[in-house]
Structures are given as structure tokens and as C-alpha cells.
């Protein structure tokens, strides 16, 4: 059994942005070894059923992302700065909800190790990072979230990011099966294998303030009206 990053292990990007490395040199390196089948199953150890989308992604997205693979680079690297930012701000605003802290805390580390990645990645290949824009996916489920009572509010935003990193982790294992072998290729399995840990993540936390049954309902309706957004939108060179 491949084994997880211990607690304050990350990711480090090699040189000139290529494979990363971890920290702690734990065996993650088994994956980066590994042909794409294999590490899809791998991945499925740590992505289960917690998140079942009810969208695949077609295969015609690719197209998309291949034909402008700059901009899709561009846009993944300013996902990862903004689910880093999404950790800390959750931790900010519930400083009483003690249950979640360290881990968000982890969780923002990680992607800001992801967005480092990415950024090297960018810069190698001649690229500026653009201004933020506004990711039309992100907020129509954010539109979703249910204000009407605190608590209700709280399960939300634990469970919104977890969706979001849901279909990150599908997608991003998308590129990576479909590039050449390469140290790019190698870095986007280890990106994908971590996104799969971190979408379990959120629905793990909102269990430990929420009954499982409650949990799992407010799962299911916002999981199927993130199916009816994504076939919403257009295929483009965009993580979403």
C-alpha cells in the first residue's frame, strides 16, 4: 500500500519546475514510478465514493485544454493560490471550530506548495501570471450556499470546496494521463494524487460537526447541482 505524506510533509517543485519532491522523502515516489493505469487506481484508493460526481468531464475538454495548454497552465497555477486562500479564510472565520483548524491550515500549506509548483512551471516557459478573473464555476456553487441559519452556512462552506476540489482531481488526472512521459507529466500525478486527498478532506471535517446522514444529504443536492452547472458551461482551456 502506498503510503500518505505525514503530517507537515508538501511538495517540492525539482529544478526548473519538473518533477516535485517531497519534504519528508516519503514513498510517494512510488507513483511518479508508476505507468498511468496504474496510478489511476492508486488514486482511486484515495478518492472513493465521497464525492461521487454525476458529470464526467468528455474527452473533448482535452482538446480544449491542448489547443491553448499556456492558458490552461496559467489558470491552474491561480486555482491553486485560491484554494490556499479558501483554506486560511475558513480558518479565520470560524477561529472557535477548533476541529478544522490544523488540518485547513495543512491544506493551505500544501496548495500554496502547489501553486509554487506551478508558478516555477509558468516562469520556465516564459509565462506572466495574469489578474484574477472571475471563475463563473466556482460561483454559481457558491450561489448555492445556504445562509439561513449559521450552521447550515458552515456545512456549506466545508462542503462547497470539497465539490470544487472534486472536479479539480478529475480533471487534473485527465492531463495527466494524456501527457507524454516527462518531468510535467510526473508533477501533474503528484498534484492529482494530493487533490484526491483533499476533497475527502472537507467531507471528513463536516462530520465532525454534523451528523453523516445530514451531511450526506446537503452532499448529494449540491453534488447534483454541480452536475447541472458544469454542462452549463463552455469546454475551455480552464481547470473549470
Given at each position: 500500500?502506498?503510503?500518505?505524506?505525514?503530517?507537515?510533509?508538501?511538495?517540492?517543485?525539482?529544478?526548473?519546475?519538473?518533477?516535485?519532491?517531497?519534504?519528508?522523502?516519503?514513498?510517494?515516489?512510488?507513483?511518479?514510478?508508476?505507468?498511468?493505469?496504474?496510478?489511476?487506481?492508486?488514486?482511486?484508493r484515495?478518492?472513493g465514493?465521497?464525492?461521487?460526481?454525476?458529470?464526467?468531464?468528455?474527452?473533448?475538454?482535452?482538446?480544449h485544454?491542448?489547443?491553448?495548454?499556456?492558458?490552461?497552465?496559467?489558470?491552474?497555477?491561480?486555482?491553486?493560490?485560491?484554494?490556499?486562500?479558501?483554506?486560511?479564510?475558513?480558518?479565520?472565520?470560524?477561529?472557535?471550530?477548533?476541529?478544522?483548524?490544523?488540518?485547513l491550515?495543512?491544506?493551505?500549506?500544501?496548495?500554496?506548495?502547489?501553486?509554487?509548483?506551478?508558478?516555477?512551471?509558468?516562469?520556465?516557459?516564459?509565462?506572466?501570471?495574469?489578474?484574477?478573473?472571475?471563475?463563473?464555476?466556482?460561483?454559481?456553487?457558491?450561489?448555492?450556499?445556504?445562509?439561513?441559519?449559521?450552521?447550515?452556512?458552515?456545512?456549506?462552506?466545508?462542503?462547497?470546496?470539497?465539490?470544487?476540489?472534486?472536479?479539480?482531481?478529475?480533471?487534473?488526472?485527465?492531463?495527466?494521463?494524456?501527457?507524454?512521459?516527462?518531468?510535467?507529466?510526473?508533477?501533474?500525478?503528484?498534484?492529482?494524487?494530493?487533490?484526491?486527498?483533499?476533497?475527502?478532506?472537507?467531507?471528513?471535517?463536516?462530520?465532525?460537526?454534523?451528523?453523516?446522514?445530514?451531511?450526506?444529504?446537503?452532499?448529494?443536492?449540491?453534488?447534483?447541482?454541480?452536475?447541472?452547472?458544469?454542462?452549463?458551461?463552455?469546454l475551455?482551456?480552464?481547470?473549470?
Open positions: 500500500m502506498s503510503r500518505r505524506l505525514p503530517p507537515g510533509g508538501c511538495w517540492r517543485a525539482g529544478k526548473n519546475g519538473g518533477a516535485p519532491r517531497s519534504v519528508t522523502e516519503t514513498a510517494h515516489l512510488e507513483l511518479i514510478n508508476c505507468a498511468s493505469g496504474i496510478a489511476s487506481r492508486l488514486l482511486a484515495y478518492t465514493h465521497v464525492f461521487d460526481l454525476r458529470l464526467s468531464t468528455p474527452r473533448a475538454w482535452l482538446d485544454v491542448f489547443a491553448d495548454f499556456d492558458a490552461f497552465l496559467l489558470d491552474h497555477t491561480l486555482c491553486e493560490r485560491k484554494a490556499s486562500a479558501t483554506g486560511m479564510s475558513l480558518v479565520a472565520k470560524y477561529p472557535d471550530k477548533t476541529l478544522i483548524g490544523d488540518d491550515i495543512e491544506f493551505a500549506r500544501e496548495e500554496l506548495e502547489h501553486f509554487h509548483i506551478m508558478y516555477r512551471i509558468c516562469r520556465t516557459r516564459g509565462l506572466i501570471l495574469p489578474e484574477d478573473e472571475k471563475d463563473l464555476y466556482v460561483n454559481r456553487l457558491r450561489a448555492l450556499v445556504n445562509g439561513r441559519h449559521d450552521e447550515e452556512l458552515f456545512l456549506d462552506r466545508l462542503l462547497i470546496p470539497g465539490v470544487v476540489e472534486a472536479r479539480g482531481c478529475e480533471r487534473l488526472m485527465l492531463v495527466s494521463e494524456a501527457l507524454e512521459e516527462s518531468p510535467l507529466k510526473q508533477t501533474y500525478l503528484e498534484v492529482t494524487r494530493a487533490e484526491a486527498r483533499h476533497h475527502a478532506l472537507f467531507f471528513r471535517l463536516a462530520r465532525r460537526y454534523f451528523d453523516e446522514s445530514v451531511v450526506q444529504r446537503r452532499a448529494d443536492q449540491l453534488l447534483d447541482a454541480e452536475a447541472e452547472i458544469m454542462a452549463s458551461l463552455p475551455r482551456a480552464r481547470v473549470h
